[in-house]
């Protein structure tokens, strides 16, 4: 006859067996690090772009010790990530690492009162990879015309960024890459996906992406698509909480 378990064998147990496999502990991570008031203003701030640490400071007006001090909770659990700069080196930007948890933390976008642009604009260096992919991306969900261009246009889009587009059911919106200049209007809401065209030439918006053509494999492709994607679907969604240019 089998006999009950007895409190003992229960805690040693729960001692000696019982594991939490690691993507709960992960997910355990995530979870305490956005909870708290602080670190959630910090993600609300990160939602929409990339920011150097001293501009993350300015948009939340968090003192610099107390900054440090939860942005260093949000990157232990893999929420935030810092990457140096591709142009400045000295230079380093804080990013989202986008994850289903991290994305349904983020406040919902808030633009009633916002003016939809006429146009997005996405620019990197050669507009031949990070830049095609995103307005590609953007361009799906028809929301507003969309275009991209960069600071040092190469002679055609790379093959690999074609294959890639090709590979999850896009096409790209221009048949060659395009100069910014000759690009750029007023209306435009422009997002920089590459540090050097940020730090040459602005943007409304700044995403530090990786260019997947510096190691020129799929893999650095589809990694570079897969860093957009999030924040694309991102600013779909804050395009559609806008106004029409027409009911300003």
Same mark, same amino acid.
């Given at each position: 006859?089998?006999?009950?378990?007895?409190?003992?064998?229960?805690a040693r147990f729960s001692q000696s067996r019982l594991r939490y496999p690691r993507r709960v502990t992960?997910?355990?991570?995530?979870?305490?690090?956005?909870?708290?008031?602080?670190?959630?203003?910090?993600?609300?701030?990160?939602?929409?772009?990339?920011?150097?640490?001293?501009?993350?400071?300015?948009?939340?007006?968090?003192?610099?010790?107390?900054?440090? $001090?939860?942005?260093?909770?949000?990157?232990?659990?893999?929420?935030?990530?810092?990457?140096?700069?591709?142009?400045?080196?000295?230079?380093?930007?804080?990013?989202?690492?986008?994850?289903?948890?991290?994305? %349904?933390?983020?406040?919902?976008?808030?633009?009633?009162?916002?003016?939809?642009?006429?146009?997005?604009?996405? /620019?990197?260096?050669?507009?031949?990879?990070?830049?095609?992919?995103?307005? %590609?991306?953007?361009?799906?969900?028809?929301?507003?015309?969309?275009?991209?261009?960069? /600071?040092?246009?190469?002679?055609?889009?790379?093959? #690999?960024?074609?294959?890639?587009?090709d590979r999850r059911g896009l096409a790209p919106v221009a048949l060659a890459p395009a100069a910014l200049?000759?690009?750029?209007?007023?209306?435009? #809401?422009?997002?920089?996906?590459?540090?050097?065209?940020?730090?040459?030439?602005?943007?409304?918006? $700044?995403?530090?992406?990786?260019?997947?053509?510096?190691?020129?494999?799929?893999?650095?492709?589809?990694?570079?698509?897969?860093? #957009?994607?999030?924040?694309?679907?991102?600013?779909?969604?804050?395009?559609?909480?806008?106004? /029409?240019?027409?009911?300003?």
């Amino acid at each position: 006859m089998r006999r009950s378990p007895r409190r003992g064998d229960l805690a040693r147990f729960s001692q000696s067996r019982l594991r939490y496999p690691r993507r709960v502990t992960d997910r355990l991570a995530v979870l305490a690090a956005l909870a708290d008031a602080h670190r959630l203003a910090l993600v609300d701030a990160l939602a929409d772009g990339d920011l150097a640490p001293g501009e993350l400071g300015a948009r939340t007006g968090m003192a610099s010790s107390l900054l440090a $001090h939860h942005l260093r909770a949000l990157e232990d659990a893999g929420v935030v990530r810092r990457r140096r700069s591709d142009a400045d080196r000295r230079r380093s930007y804080l990013a989202l690492a986008w994850s289903p948890l991290v994305e %349904a933390a983020v406040s919902r976008p808030a633009g009633e009162a916002a003016a939809r642009p006429d146009r997005v604009v996405f /620019t990197c260096t050669a507009n031949s990879a990070r830049s095609q992919m995103a307005a %590609a991306m953007l361009a799906a969900a028809r929301i507003v015309p969309v275009a991209s261009a960069g /600071t040092d246009p190469a002679p055609r889009i790379h093959p #690999l960024a074609l294959d890639e587009l090709d590979r999850r059911g896009l096409a790209p919106v221009a048949l060659a890459p395009a100069a910014l200049d000759e690009v750029r209007d007023a209306g435009d #809401l422009v997002v920089a996906v590459c540090d050097l065209a940020y730090e040459d030439c602005g943007g409304d918006l $700044h995403w530090s992406v990786p260019d997947p053509a510096a190691e020129g494999t799929t893999r650095a492709f589809a990694a570079a698509f897969d860093a #957009l994607e999030p924040r694309v679907r991102r600013l779909a969604a804050t395009l559609r909480t806008t106004t /029409t240019a027409s009911s300003r």
